[in-house]
């Protein structure tokens, strides 16, 4: 009592280093303990007390700052509690029984420590002189089982036990009444902490852990000391203590909802704080009146929502309150009111299992409808409760419209997963009886997740949403088919969540109405989770009942959500987990780049605080965190990203063996969704989506354990469902081909087992229905096909076994073996091997990418007849071309294929806006008449699986312009794109489609745009031409055989040279081959048939003179192409080089089979022609160039004065050996003797006339560009040129009198009429 009476007198305690002792500590709380326990002798002595020991508690936790544990509770007050605290034996009630041990039956480990709590602004109504008499606790749970939600109108403060209420009645004695001498401490703590002071209930509530754990132990201890743990709950505690700690909680609720905004730290720990203490209740006290706790919690926070600018904060404490309070160890039987689930006792000490099982709702009530079961409907948060808080924040922070940040995401589906991990890893649920009971509970997950589909992360796609479907998108909005309305949804909590608030600027970001925020690729998988865990252990019956009462719409869409599983779950292999920890390593790498940059201040303080506030929530970036008792010591250590060699092998496994599980729950699900639609009208669509997530499963997941019973069901279902595949679309079975070819080709021979037999069935079947299986012989062509061009892992020697076990099948079954079935089935299988065969020769040249393609280009024109086969191998070489980026070819590939789909859809129907087969391509390329179908064995487009396929429609040729015209504009080449759309834009007319036609005229534009800021043509340079020749029987079939190589722009003959020889030392030997390295012919019988010999011209474009006229742009000089030049200097006694009077020229011309660009980067030589020029006919050449040159820089815009006076130099200078004076003075100096050399010598002089023309020009351009210290160097060349001028007038003046004969008689009188070249004369 002194010590109490001098705390009271001196509230300022000295800090314990400035002379109070640690281990005086206990026995003062001691005995501040007893005075707040007899504080019925005098009620100012206990307000005292209390008042002393908070002031205490702040003062020890503040000076012993060295003293705290990872919690962050200070360590001598944590000791007091759990070792030395403990109530006296001789309480009111207690019998006799000497000295009892205290029990530590509160859970102490791990509280939150540093609790700041403001002052209350609410009275509460315990007071010393009012009293209530609240019904029994029994009634209270009642209310709370019974009532729609939670009443929004109903609090404990205001209730009707608060002073002045109907039933407010004297709850204490009297203070001079005997019957209760000495109160319990929790008791007085509750009392005093409600009626104390402000600046008590300040300095009370900073350390609010201490005195909740304080309450709880006191508690706990009280109903142990009494024997009343196997007591009924109700008859615990005394009414006036419940009062007093309801209106506690609504006090400190007030405070959270209140300071919030301001003290955003000190709020957080005391919310923290609060759950833990209800979570400690719900073991002590009667669980209705817990639940009635946490109505009056969620009614605090709702109420401040409606007023706040930025609800997350709010709505972040509200889900770390519940979270907390879900942790509970009885959790299960708290949230099931029928007695039907009866698990075994828990291992916890605190407080039995039966006790447990006992105070859970005992109230009987009728089985929902199963449609309930799957709703967060009221009734089902009736029965539920806490589950029920769980699922509605969750539903809440999904909505469309909710404007919830990425951490609010994180947050509920992380408390979600929490407590399902508890579920599956506790031995109390492993029986599967019991676990389906449990799964009852989240049913309505599967709606939530349903609705939620559209803002799930695709993991397979990088670019955005997924939105596979149609039947996302079939829904917008809250519509019938809603499961959760916003205010069913929030009726729970007493009042909606003010999602129509929008945050200011400087508060958290969030997502504008009507638009999804999406979620993230972790929390979209942690979602699916939880949701296969459900469906999981879900009872069977219960998913059949509630499917057969879904919509094809909705089914479908559980359909998409099943794809979006097996995608998310996808097995990816060690090599890409150990890609993901190299780039996590890489990033912490970035991170202390960053480090460097803000200590070295190269990064501004706004742009690095902006960039914090935007990764990190309102509390800190701690979301890894559990229970978040301490940010900073519970924070997991995420810096770690160097895994060893043990980690990456045991990660991998638990990758694999969680998509084994994924898949298998897929497939179990959907051999409920056959069962359930096998008798509907709309079965066809839903077993579509049945087969396509099947296919989507066998391409996604490697196991083999999966495959089997996949493999399994597809047979199951395509024994039933036949028409599914063959009288539908083929796009189905194609797919399915494709899938079991490339499992046929598998390294595990149990997989090889189930796909061979999938796909004979499948043949089987096909045959079955017509006596033909056409269809499946199509499709499994074109399949094979697909793989050779696309598949790397290909194993070409598995599938031959796989192909033999198929014939063997089709030759010992019975039921067929009077059919032309197994012939049918030879046939394949031997078309089959020869395509493997191709196969075998495409591997030995996948390093050489010009025979890689000519294989390819072979094997497509080999299925010339073959339309469906021709275009899968069309598409693999344009697929192969954009790999290397030959972008120009990969266009001509998707051309060809589009005139090949145009001619034979010409066939089936007549459509004038359709381009009328393949002459319509004619001017995007010449090559594409090749694609025409005029002969004899060209197949009909309406037989049985011809020209099927999803291409061989108007949308796939359209698709198919579309991926042509992409790749023309990679390519640079523009004006071709003008040409594809010339063909597409009638189709877009026709169908009305104002859209896409608006995007393509824009596209139309830019390039145009690019057409007119690119005219010069050298900013785009469409490629570089060589001539190849091959000699030597070691290169097979390329012996003797020449090509024109078409190479990226700016090849260096040294590079191809060098590439080449490269290539083929390796294949033959560095010994073997040898690069010839001039143009001269080569002569076979001269070279050594033991040696591979490689020949290498660069060529040029050669166009003759009435070509020119057509090509008049750079690109026209560069489309198109079929005729290569290249030129030989000669001599007649066989050096390459001589005088000038001696110098021949040999010019080379080359025609190719097919116009640059085609299909392929190398075409075959099919006509070679050469021209011998005499010496004179050089020099022409030589001064047309010349001429040409200066033509060319005297005119160029903008003017380049260096290479004018470069040009000049080459002309007119006196030091140029064999320059224009050399030629005049060699070809023109005489008029030769020979007749047929006259007009070679005038058209000589001709060209040195306009040679010196062009001279004067581009002396006159070059003053106008000079400055002043170039003028001595501008005299001197027009000097020179004046020489050269004087030294060419007598060469050029002298005329061969011959030339100027006239042909026929002059006539004086001009009668154009008499001439009879221009008049018909008749006979």
């Known amino acids: 009592a002194a010590a109490a009476a001098a705390a009271a007198g001196s509230p300022e305690l000295p800090p314990p280093s400035a002379g109070l002792p640690s281990g005086c500590a206990p026995e003062i709380f001691s005995s501040l303990r007893v005075c707040v326990s007899l504080s019925l002798l005098a009620v100012n002595l206990g307000r005292a007390a209390f008042e002393a020991m908070a002031v205490m508690v702040n003062q020890i936790q503040k000076g012993l700052e060295g003293g705290h544990d990872q919690q962050g509770r200070n360590r001598l007050l944590s000791s007091y509690i759990f070792y030395v605290f403990h109530l006296p034996v001789g309480e009111p009630g207690l019998p006799e029984t000497g000295s009892i041990p205290y029990a530590t039956l509160s859970r102490t480990g791990g509280r939150p420590a540093s609790l700041g709590l403001s002052r209350s602004k609410s009275i509460s109504n315990s007071n010393p002189d009012l009293a209530t008499s609240p019904d029994s606790s029994d009634e209270q749970a009642q209310k709370t089982l019974s009532s729609k939600g939670i009443d929004r109108s109903h609090s404990w403060v205001n209730s009707a036990y608060a002073p002045g209420g109907p039933k407010n009645v004297l709850r204490r004695n009297h203070p001079n009444s005997s019957t209760d001498l000495k109160q319990l401490l929790h008791e007085e703590l509750a009392l005093q902490w409600v009626v104390s002071a402000s600046a008590v209930r300040e300095a009370a509530l900073h350390q609010a852990w201490f005195f909740f754990q304080l309450m709880v132990k006191s508690m706990a201890h009280h109903l142990f000391l009494c024997d009343k743990l196997e007591a009924p709950r109700k008859a615990r505690f005394p009414r006036r203590f419940v009062d007093d700690i309801s209106a506690l909680v609504c006090a400190i609720s007030t405070e959270i909802a209140s300071r919030c905004q301001k003290d955003a730290e000190l709020v957080e720990h005391l919310n923290s704080s609060l759950a833990f203490f209800l979570n400690d209740l719900l073991s002590l006290m009667d669980r209705g009146f817990v639940f009635h706790l946490l109505r009056s919690y969620y009614k605090q926070i709702n109420t401040r929502l409606l007023a706040t600018q930025n609800p997350n904060t709010l709505v972040a404490l509200r889900m770390d309150f519940i979270r907390i309070v879900c942790s509970h160890e009885h959790y299960v039987p708290l949230n099931l009111p029928c007695s039907g689930l009866s698990p075994p006792a828990s291992p916890s000490p605190s407080v039995s299992s039966a006790t447990s099982q006992g105070s859970a709702f005992s109230s009987h009530t009728q089985d929902p409808r199963v449609a309930n079961m799957f709703e967060l409907s009221v009734a089902f948060r009736q029965q539920h409760f806490l589950a029920g808080l769980v699922l509605t924040e969750l539903a809440l922070i999904l909505e469309p419209e909710a404007e919830g940040a990425f951490f609010l995401h994180k947050k509920a589906v992380s408390t979600l997963h929490n407590l399902l991990c508890s579920h599956d890893s506790d031995p109390r649920y492993s029986d599967s009886a019991v676990r389906a009971q449990v799964a009852q509970l989240y049913l309505p997950l599967i709606s939530i997740v349903m609705e939620a589909l559209p803002r799930l992360c695709d993991c397979t796609e990088t670019h955005g949403p997924w939105g596979r479907l149609a039947s996302v998108l079939a829904e917008e909005g809250d519509g019938p088919g809603s499961t959760i309305s916003h205010s069913v949804a929030m009726a729970i909590a007493g009042s909606p969540l003010p999602h129509s608030h929008r945050p200011g600027p400087a508060q958290m970001p969030s997502v504008p109405p009507r638009q999804y925020s999406m979620l993230s690729a972790e929390v979209s998988r942690t979602l699916l989770v939880c949701l296969l865990w459900v469906v999981k252990n879900a009872e069977g019956a219960l998913l059949y009942r509630w499917l057969a009462d879904l919509s094809t719409l909705q089914v479908n869409r559980l359909l998409d959500l099943l794809y979006l599983c097996v995608s998310c779950f996808e097995y990816k292999g060690k090599k890409t987990l150990e890609r993901i920890n190299s780039l996590t390593f890489k990033k912490s790498l970035?991170?202390?780049?960053?480090?460097?940059?803000?200590?070295?201040?190269?990064?501004?303080?706004?742009?690095?605080?902006?960039?914090?506030?935007?990764?990190?929530?309102?509390?800190?970036?701690?979301?890894?965190?559990?229970?978040?008792?301490?940010?900073?010591?519970?924070?997991?250590?995420?810096?770690?990203?160097?895994?060893?060699?043990?980690?990456?092998?045991?990660?991998?496994?638990?990758?694999?063996?969680?998509?084994?599980?994924?898949?298998?729950?897929?497939?179990?699900?959907?051999?409920?969704?056959?069962?359930?639609?096998?008798?509907?009208?709309?079965?066809?669509?839903?077993?579509?989506?049945?087969?396509?997530?099947?296919?989507?499963?066998?391409?996604?997941?490697?196991?083999?354990?999966?495959?089997?019973?996949?493999?399994?069901?597809?047979?199951?279902?395509?024994?039933?469902?036949?028409?599914?595949?063959?009288?539908?679309?083929?796009?189905?079975?194609?797919?399915?081909?494709?899938?079991?070819?490339?499992?046929?080709?598998?390294?595990?021979?149990?997989?090889?087992?189930?796909?061979?037999?999938?796909?004979?069935?499948?043949?089987?079947?096909?045959?079955?229905?017509?006596?033909?299986?056409?269809?499946?012989?199509?499709?499994?062509?074109?399949?094979?096909?697909?793989?050779?061009?696309?598949?790397?892992?290909?194993?070409?020697?598995?599938?031959?076994?796989?192909?033999?076990?198929?014939?063997?099948?089709?030759?010992?079954?019975?039921?067929?073996?009077?059919?032309?079935?197994?012939?049918?089935?030879?046939?394949?299988?031997?078309?089959?091997?020869?395509?493997?065969?191709?196969?075998?020769?495409?591997?030995?040249?996948?390093?050489?990418?010009?025979?890689?393609?000519?294989?390819?280009?072979?094997?497509?024109?080999?299925?010339?007849?073959?339309?469906?086969?021709?275009?899968?191998?069309?598409?693999?070489?344009?697929?192969?071309?954009?790999?290397?980026?030959?972008?120009a070819e990969a266009a001509q590939c998707l051309v060809h294929s589009a005139a090949l789909v145009a001619e034979y859809l010409s066939m089936l129907e007549d459509c004038p806006y359709l381009p009328v087969g393949c002459v319509s391509f004619q001017n995007i390329s010449s090559n594409v008449l090749e694609e025409s179908a005029v002969s004899d064995d060209v197949l009909s487009p309406d037989e049985e699986g011809i020209c099927s396929g999803k291409y061989f429609t108007e949308q796939g040729l359209v698709g198919l312009l579309e991926q042509a015209a992409a790749s023309f504009t990679m390519g640079g080449l523009y004006e071709a794109v003008n040409e594809v759309y010339k063909i597409l834009i009638p189709i877009h007319e026709a169908n009305r489609d104002f859209q896409k036609l608006a995007v393509l005229h824009g596209k139309l534009q830019d390039a145009f745009n690019k057409i007119t800021s690119q005219a010069s043509g050298w900013e785009r340079m469409f490629g570089t031409y060589f001539r190849v020749g091959f000699y030597g029987p070691k290169f097979g079939d390329l012996d003797e055989q020449e090509f024109v190589y078409k190479e990226p722009s700016i090849t260096k003959l040294a590079e191809i040279s060098h590439r080449l020889e490269e290539f083929y030392a390796e294949r033959f030997g560095d010994e073997v081959v040898e690069i010839i390295k001039d143009s001269n012919p080569v002569h076979k019988n001269k070279l050594d048939p033991n040696k591979a010999y490689i020949q290498l011209t660069y060529v040029e474009p050669f166009f003759d003179t009435y070509e020119l006229k057509d090509r008049i742009t750079y690109f026209d000089k560069n489309y198109n192409l079929r005729t290569f030049m290249f030129c030989t200097p000669f001599t007649l006694d066989g050096r390459a080089h001589g005088d000038l009077h001696e110098q021949f020229k040999r010019k080379t011309l080359l025609t190719t089979s097919h116009a640059f660009p085609y299909i392929r980067t190398r075409i075959n030589v099919t006509h070679k022609e050469e021209i011998i020029l005499i010496p004179i006919e050089v020099a022409i050449e030589d001064m047309q160039k010349k001429t040409q040159e200066l033509a060319f820089a005297t005119h160029q815009d903008p003017a380049d004065a260096k290479m004018l006076q470069m040009v000049l130099q080459g002309c007119v200078g006196t030091t140029v050996n064999q320059g224009p004076l050399e030629v005049a003075q060699v070809f023109l100096a005489e008029i030769p003797e020979d007749p047929k050399l006259y007009r070679h010598h005038n058209k000589l002089r001709l060209c040195f006339k306009d040679f010196t023309k062009r001279c004067e020009d581009a002396l006159r351009k070059n003053k106008t560009l000079i400055g002043p210290d170039q003028r001595d160097y501008h005299r001197e060349l027009e000097r020179n040129y004046q020489r050269l001028r004087e030294a060419l007038h007598p060469l050029l003046s002298r005329r061969i009198s011959q030339l100027y004969t006239p042909v026929a008689p002059y006539s004086a009188h001009r009668n154009s009429f008499s001439r009879l070249s221009l008049r018909k004369t008749e006979a």
């Open 590 to 887: 970035d991170m202390k780049a960053r480090l460097e940059e803000a200590i070295l201040g190269t990064v501004g303080a706004r742009q690095e605080m902006v960039r914090r506030s935007r990764e990190r929530s309102p509390f800190g970036n701690h979301e890894n965190v559990r229970w978040r008792k301490n940010i900073a010591h519970w924070r997991q250590n995420s810096d770690k990203v160097d895994k060893s060699k043990d980690e990456m092998e045991h990660e991998a496994v638990v990758e694999g063996n969680l998509a084994t599980e994924a898949n298998m729950v897929v497939l179990d699900t959907l051999e409920i969704i056959v069962q359930t639609v096998v008798l509907s009208e709309a079965k066809e669509s839903v077993l579509s989506g049945v087969l396509r997530v099947l296919l989507h499963g066998m391409a996604c997941t490697p196991s083999a354990a999966f495959l089997q019973h996949c493999f399994a069901t597809q047979r199951a279902l395509v024994g039933k469902f036949p028409e599914m595949l063959f009288e539908e679309g083929t796009e189905l079975c194609a797919d399915l081909c494709l899938r079991l070819l490339r499992h046929c080709s598998s390294r595990v021979g149990t997989i090889r087992t189930h796909a061979s037999a999938s796909l004979y069935l499948l043949m089987r079947q096909n045959f079955e229905i017509g006596n033909n299986f056409a269809r499946v012989k199509m499709q499994v062509t074109m399949s094979l096909s697909s793989l050779v061009g696309t598949s790397p892992n290909f194993n070409e020697e598995h599938l031959r076994r796989s192909l033999k076990t198929i014939l063997t099948y089709a030759e010992e079954d019975l039921e067929l073996r009077d059919t032309t079935f197994a012939e049918q089935v030879q046939d394949l299988v031997f078309n089959l091997h020869m395509i493997l065969t191709d196969t075998v020769k495409m591997k030995e040249h996948q390093e050489d990418p010009e025979m890689l393609i000519d294989l390819m280009y072979r094997i497509a024109k080999g299925y010339q007849a073959s339309p469906d086969l021709r275009l899968t191998w069309l598409k693999n070489m344009a697929a192969k071309h954009a790999e290397r980026g030959n972008h």
